[in-house]
């Protein structure tokens, strides 16, 4: 087996025929995890990312596919299409949005199933505003049948998405928002799935040095930013760089992951970015 040098890291948000921002069509996605089979892509768990980041080799051709928000399009667009080829992804969830309820229809289940309305992204942010997160964001009962199918894992992205660095009026302030803030989410991933790893994901991407010292004192080591580039055995965990994908085809994306699995090119490139 020839090791990966680097492995990427994709962000998605939302897959739904609702165009916006950060959002991917199904017809796209379905293309590009199609192109990731044929080209003979291993999509890993975040385990296996951290013993890869650790010094485990992963074969060259491997990526690891993360999700942010939890977004119900995640359920109704995106886990069928990974369940049929039979690869994993991770999803960041915010744990305040998230509510309890019945499965709702996805886009794998019987025909003539009426699906749910997944609107696009600005419509689903003023919707979680108004204390509607249940219409836009995944039950917990979906993300049992997520975790029981083996397409989605599941990792904080804190309890209320909360930019601390903009609400608080000082260090100490934002500091202990935030302490609290993983605190909630890590306790309500505890109590929902029996488990919570050590693999945070920053809300808009922000990070600071406050907010690392906070979250290493919580236990999180694995941090996600939103920041493109390599990510090589032996690099800090604590600084995973991730690539924004498009609402394109199988074609493009392929292009990209040739780039970002070759170390010194990724880095060049990502300087621009």
């Not at 069509?25 to 293309?31: I, K, L, W």
């Not at 992804?89 to 289940?109: L, N, Q």
């Not at 406050?210 to 800090?236: C, E, K, Q």
Request: contains cysteine; neutral net charge; proline residues 7%.
């Amino acid at each position: 087996m020839k090791p990966a040098r680097s492995v990427p890291v994709l962000m998605y948000h939302h897959v739904s025929p609702s165009p916006g921002l950060v959002t991917i069509t199904p017809e796209h996605f379905a293309d590009q995890m199609r192109g990731l089979a044929a080209a003979g892509y291993r999509t890993l768990s975040a385990a296996e990312f951290s013993a890869y980041l650790a010094g485990a080799p992963v074969p060259d051709k491997s990526v690891l596919l993360t999700f942010d928000d939890g977004y119900l399009d995640n359920w109704v667009y995106a886990h069928p299409v990974l369940e049929e080829l039979g690869q994993k992804a991770v999803m960041f969830v915010v744990t305040d949005w998230i509510k309890d309820g019945p499965v709702r229809s996805h886009a794998g289940a019987a025909a003539g199933d009426a699906l749910p309305a997944t609107p696009e992204h600005n419509a689903c942010k003023a919707a979680i505003a108004a204390g509607r997160a249940d219409e836009v964001i995944v039950r917990w009962s979906e993300i049992e049948a997520m975790r029981a199918a083996g397409t989605f894992e599941f990792h904080s992205h804190t309890h209320s998405h909360t930019r601390w660095d903009k609400t608080c009026p000082d260090a100490a302030a934002k500091r202990a928002g935030l302490a609290d803030d993983l605190a909630g989410a890590r306790a309500t991933l505890a109590e929902r799935l029996g488990a919570v790893s050590d693999h945070l994901c920053w809300p808009q991407g922000y990070f600071d040095d406050d907010y690392l010292a906070v979250a290493n004192a919580a236990g999180f080591r694995h941090l996600y930013t939103v920041r493109p580039g390599p990510n090589r055995p032996g690099d800090d965990p604590g600084h995973i760089h991730r690539v924004v994908v498009k609402d394109k085809p199988a074609a493009w994306l392929n292009s990209r992951l040739w780039l970002y699995r070759k170390p010194r090119l990724a880095a060049w490139y990502s300087r621009g970015r």
